[in-house]
């Protein structure tokens, strides 16, 4: 099973209704946003941060950065980046470098930052680097029950 079709299968499960959309190849949320036409802040970016004996999946706008200072005041707990092992090693069935936009698919505790949730839509990576799946924020929201959120991106900053 593709990553995109596990997500859709829980998106079905949930009665949460969904549109896929194909791109051109890309390395990163923000080039996947440009290249499928979509506005970056409603493309939702995973980010794998790993604390003790545990990894969570901050989400946040494809235009924006991870605060972890910010994410750190608000869990309770110290957060690093997780590698790129443990990328691959908790979603295996991801292409290389990529995170799906929905890592409670595979069991990953997840933390929605507050800015995707105020917008309408959202457009969630499959983790194949060539789909995003276009969602309502509500339908999403209904579905989730229990989202852990609060406040903890800022602008991104040049590399």
Excluded: N
């Excluded at 545990?54 to 200072?69: E, Y």
């Excluded at 457009?123 to 903890?152: N, P, Q, S, W």
Aim: net charge negative.
């Amino acid at each position: 099973m593709t990553t995109t079709h596990k997500i859709e299968e829980y998106l079905r499960k949930h009665d949460v209704p969904y549109e896929v959309l194909d791109h051109a190849p890309s390395s990163t949320s923000l080039r996947a946003a440009r290249l499928a036409g979509v506005r970056a802040d409603r493309l939702v970016k995973a980010v794998l941060l790993a604390g003790d004996d545990c990894h969570m999946a901050a989400l946040v706008p494809a235009d924006r950065d991870v605060r972890l200072g910010l994410l750190q005041q608000s869990h309770g707990e110290h957060l690093h980046l997780a590698d790129e092992a443990e990328v691959r090693h908790l979603f295996a069935d991801c292409d290389p470098g990529a995170m799906p936009g929905l890592p409670e698919v595979w069991g990953i505790e997840t933390v929605w930052d507050d800015d995707l949730l105020a917008q309408p839509d959202l457009y969630l990576e499959t983790g194949d680097h060539r789909h995003l799946i276009h969602v309502a924020t509500r339908h999403l929201r209904d579905a989730l029950k229990v989202m852990t959120h609060c406040h903890f991106c800022g602008p991104k900053r040049p590399h």
